[in-house]
């Protein structure tokens, strides 16, 4: 087990580390992922690093011709190289990682991120060229796996595991008392703030989901959420306000599921930095009045995931909404005049066009700020170990799986709605959804346009 790191005095460490992050960049975006920021922040608060060592943010987009990367790495010599894998960069560092071997590289390759945690025991053929793989939250596990490197620990802990090892069952989860904000180290903050013309960050105060929708990787390894404290919180919002912040995406998947805790902060964003736009995350069966009357009076967009409105989809990806109260809440948004967008996914288990449909209309009767969001195959997830007839689903082969055709929705419309999003379900909905002429397996018949 994991012991957390008490001590009176900062070991030293003489290696050389890198944390490279490969990404989508935005214009906007911070120069750094927030995930690195964090793993380097813990880093920096437990170790001293010699005059031969040290830490090194390394981050390219994926678009970008990656040789530099492999140049850049070699040139710092690292002992430790660590990358977070997600969805849309695995092509990228299994190319990586195969160049730098290639190259001679010897350093210690870390790989961590949601395409390792929620991985099996085929890691090791996946990525050869990994030395550790890491499963759950990467701060205290990347710490262990420096201290261990370093020689000064004997033995690694939960969800960290050697290219060698016979299981590859286990999870390393922080308390939150662990729960550190990167931003609290000046020479991270500095680049995750970013650009200060454009003003936007990402900021995390709360790790783990209460729900367990079966296409969601959130839940997988967390049996109770992990909370930032109130000090650090107001301290962060302090520092944005001080460094001209203008938006903050917040991370949170369910800000609002602890709505003491929501209050509490919403009252700190009103004293602290009240003309700052945050984009927060919530399902709107969360939202009570008193919420509502104080989002009203900040700068606040909200993000509401409905996914589908269908009882029996609901019933399928275990994500069960309360149509009543999204009806009230929605019509409470539209009366207080707080922006807000809904999200929708289509290519959902036993959801015909026609059930997306429906959806779509109903939702149009409150905002036509909606969002469509294919089904994605996220690697370990509950929807992912339960497909056993591969033809009821077909997903793209290329990353980031997305959904092709299913048993339900075939594959020219599914392909309509990707091509065309709102505008080509608009189109439909301007007849009465009465009229809509189906096929015969219960997708709507194009219309002229598309």
Same mark, same amino acid.
């Given at each position: 087990?994991?012991?957390? +790191?008490?001590?009176?005095?900062?070991?030293t460490?003489? =290696?050389?580390? @890198?944390?490279?992050?490969?990404?989508?960049?935005? +214009?906007?975006?911070?120069?750094?992922?927030?995930?690195?920021?964090?793993?380097a922040?813990?880093?920096?608060?437990?170790?001293?690093?010699?005059?031969?060592?040290?830490?090194?943010?390394?981050?390219?987009?994926?678009?970008?011709?990656?040789?530099?990367?492999?140049?850049?790495v070699?040139?710092?010599?690292?002992?430790? =190289?660590g990358?977070?894998? $997600?969805? !849309?960069?695995?092509?990228?560092t299994?190319?990586?990682l195969?160049?730098?071997?290639?190259?001679?590289?010897?350093?210690?390759?870390?790989?961590?991120g949601?395409?390792?945690?929620?991985?099996?025991?085929?890691?090791?053929?996946?990525?050869?060229?990994?030395? $550790?793989?890491? /499963?759950?939250d990467?701060?205290l596990?990347?710490?262990?796996?420096?201290?261990?490197?370093?020689?000064?620990? #004997?033995?690694?802990?939960?969800?960290?595991?050697?290219?060698?090892?016979?299981?590859?069952?286990?999870?390393?989860?922080?308390?939150?008392?662990?729960?550190?904000s990167?931003?609290?180290?000046?020479? @991270?903050a500095?680049?995750?703030?970013?650009?200060?013309?454009k003003?936007?960050?990402? !900021?995390?105060?709360?790790?783990?989901?209460?729900?367990?929708c079966?296409?969601?990787?959130?839940?997988?390894? $967390?049996?109770?959420?992990?909370?930032?404290?109130?000090? #650090?919180?107001?301290?962060?919002?302090?520092?944005?306000?001080?460094?001209?912040?203008?938006?903050?995406?917040?991370?949170?998947?369910?800000?609002?599921?602890?709505?003491?805790?929501?209050?509490?902060?919403l009252?700190?964003?009103?004293?602290?930095?009240?003309? @700052?736009?945050?984009?927060?995350?919530?399902?709107?069966?969360?939202?009570?009045?008193?919420?509502?009357?104080m @989002? &009203?009076?900040?700068?606040i967009?909200?993000?509401?995931?409905?996914?589908?409105?269908?009882?029996?989809?609901?019933?399928?990806?275990? &994500?069960?909404?309360?149509?009543?109260?999204?009806?009230?809440?929605? #019509?409470?948004?539209?009366?207080?005049?707080?922006?807000?967008?809904?999200?929708?996914?289509?290519?959902?288990?036993?959801?015909?066009?026609?059930?997306l449909?429906?959806?779509?209309?109903? %939702?149009?009767?409150?905002?036509?700020?909606? &969002?469509l969001?294919? =089904?994605?195959?996220?690697?370990?997830?509950?929807?992912d170990?339960?497909?056993?007839n591969?033809?009821?689903?077909?997903?793209?082969?290329?990353? +980031? &799986?997305?959904?092709? /055709?299913?048993? !339900?929705?075939?594959?020219?419309t599914?392909?309509?709605?990707?091509?065309?999003?709102?505008?080509?379900?608009?189109?439909?909905?301007?007849?009465?959804?009465?009229?809509?002429? %189906?096929?015969?397996?219960?997708?709507?018949?194009?219309?002229?346009?598309?």
């Amino acid at each position: 087990m994991i012991k957390f +790191p008490i001590q009176k005095k900062k070991p030293t460490v003489n =290696l050389q580390i @890198i944390l490279l992050g490969l990404n989508w960049y935005r +214009p906007k975006d911070p120069r750094i992922p927030l995930g690195s920021a964090m793993i380097a922040s813990y880093l920096h608060k437990y170790v001293e690093f010699s005059d031969f060592g040290g830490l090194h943010l390394l981050n390219y987009d994926v678009r970008d011709n990656l040789s530099t990367a492999l140049h850049e790495v070699l040139e710092f010599h690292p002992q430790i =190289l660590g990358i977070g894998v $997600y969805v !849309w960069n695995v092509t990228e560092t299994k190319k990586i990682l195969k160049g730098l071997r290639k190259l001679g590289f010897q350093g210690k390759i870390v790989l961590g991120g949601p395409e390792i945690t929620y991985s099996d025991s085929n890691l090791p053929n996946e990525f050869p060229e990994a030395d $550790y793989f890491v /499963k759950g939250d990467g701060e205290l596990a990347f710490l262990n796996i420096v201290l261990y490197e370093a020689g000064l620990i #004997q033995t690694l802990g939960n969800g960290i595991f050697q290219k060698f090892s016979r299981e590859f069952d286990g999870y390393c989860s922080i308390p939150s008392s662990e729960f550190i904000s990167p931003f609290r180290n000046e020479s @991270i903050a500095k680049w995750l703030i970013g650009n200060v013309e454009k003003g936007f960050t990402r !900021w995390q105060t709360q790790r783990g989901c209460l729900y367990r929708c079966s296409f969601c990787a959130f839940p997988n390894g $967390y049996k109770e959420m992990i909370e930032m404290n109130d000090d #650090q919180i107001k301290k962060d919002l302090e520092l944005f306000r001080q460094k001209g912040v203008k938006e903050v995406a917040v991370l949170d998947p369910i800000f609002f599921v602890h709505k003491d805790r929501a209050k509490k902060i919403l009252s700190m964003i009103k004293e602290i930095c009240p003309s @700052i736009r945050f984009e927060i995350q919530t399902k709107l069966e969360h939202l009570d009045k008193n919420l509502l009357e104080m @989002i &009203r009076d900040l700068n606040i967009v909200l993000e509401c995931g409905i996914q589908t409105l269908d009882s029996i989809v609901q019933k399928e990806i275990k &994500r069960v909404n309360n149509k009543e109260r999204i009806t009230e809440n929605l #019509q409470r948004l539209v009366d207080k005049n707080v922006p807000f967008e809904v999200h929708l996914i289509y290519g959902l288990p036993y959801q015909s066009f026609q059930s997306l449909l429906l959806d779509f209309t109903f %939702l149009l009767q409150f905002t036509d700020n909606i &969002r469509l969001f294919p =089904l994605i195959r996220l690697k370990g997830t509950a929807l992912d170990l339960s497909i056993e007839n591969e033809d009821d689903f077909v997903f793209s082969p290329i990353l +980031p &799986r997305e959904v092709i /055709k299913t048993k !339900w929705m075939d594959q020219t419309t599914i392909y309509r709605i990707k091509k065309y999003g709102v505008a080509y379900l608009k189109e439909l909905c301007a007849s009465s959804i009465n009229e809509i002429p %189906l096929a015969k397996n219960g997708e709507a018949n194009s219309t002229k346009k598309y």
